[in-house]
């Protein structure tokens, strides 16, 4: 999904693995979130490893699920949003996700238990989005998903 030139969102970031990947196929521009403070460090750490900065990459700490103000600061228009995390926390993210995206954005999701995945794909769905395609891996789910 990147041709270049896109804005991503990476929700649950960790390291910065898929901002930073983002970043190095073409995006123009990366914001990951964590709930963890070393998350941050460690991403902006992994991103200069990269020779990626501030103008491209942005790493932060908050929870967009709870925090009305980090959601209102990361703002909207992301071309691509991105969560590798539990089931669990995509489920709860579901209903945020569209506050985010621009129209015509797609929504990417993995680290799903392949036993999780109906209960993934009905949260996506109660939250207005439309599976686009699924993948397998082993025991692992990849969801890809836009706005109905």
């Given at each position: 999904y990147i041709r270049?030139?896109?804005?991503?969102l990476d929700l649950g970031s960790g390291s910065g693995i898929?901002?930073?990947?983002?970043?190095?196929l073409g995006a123009a521009s990366a914001v990951g979130v964590d709930i963890d403070p070393k998350a941050e460090d460690i991403a902006r750490e992994n991103a200069g490893i990269n020779q990626l900065h501030s103008d491209r990459f942005t790493a932060l700490t908050g929870d967009v699920i709870d925090d009305r103000s980090m959601s209102?600061?990361?703002?909207?228009?992301?071309d691509i949003v991105l969560a590798n995390i539990v089931a669990d926390v995509i489920m709860a993210l579901a209903p945020h996700v569209l506050s985010f995206l621009k129209p015509g954005g797609v929504f990417i999701c993995s680290g799903?238990?392949?036993?999780?995945?109906?209960d993934v794909r009905a949260a996506l769905e109660r939250a207005g989005l439309r599976i686009l395609s699924t993948d397998t891996?082993?025991?692992w789910r990849r969801i890809t998903a836009v706005p109905c």
């Amino acid at each position: 999904y990147i041709r270049g030139g896109e804005r991503v969102l990476d929700l649950g970031s960790g390291s910065g693995i898929l901002s930073i990947t983002a970043l190095l196929l073409g995006a123009a521009s990366a914001v990951g979130v964590d709930i963890d403070p070393k998350a941050e460090d460690i991403a902006r750490e992994n991103a200069g490893i990269n020779q990626l900065h501030s103008d491209r990459f942005t790493a932060l700490t908050g929870d967009v699920i709870d925090d009305r103000s980090m959601s209102r600061r990361l703002g909207d228009g992301y071309d691509i949003v991105l969560a590798n995390i539990v089931a669990d926390v995509i489920m709860a993210l579901a209903p945020h996700v569209l506050s985010f995206l621009k129209p015509g954005g797609v929504f990417i999701c993995s680290g799903i238990l392949d036993r999780r995945y109906e209960d993934v794909r009905a949260a996506l769905e109660r939250a207005g989005l439309r599976i686009l395609s699924t993948d397998t891996q082993d025991d692992w789910r990849r969801i890809t998903a836009v706005p109905c």
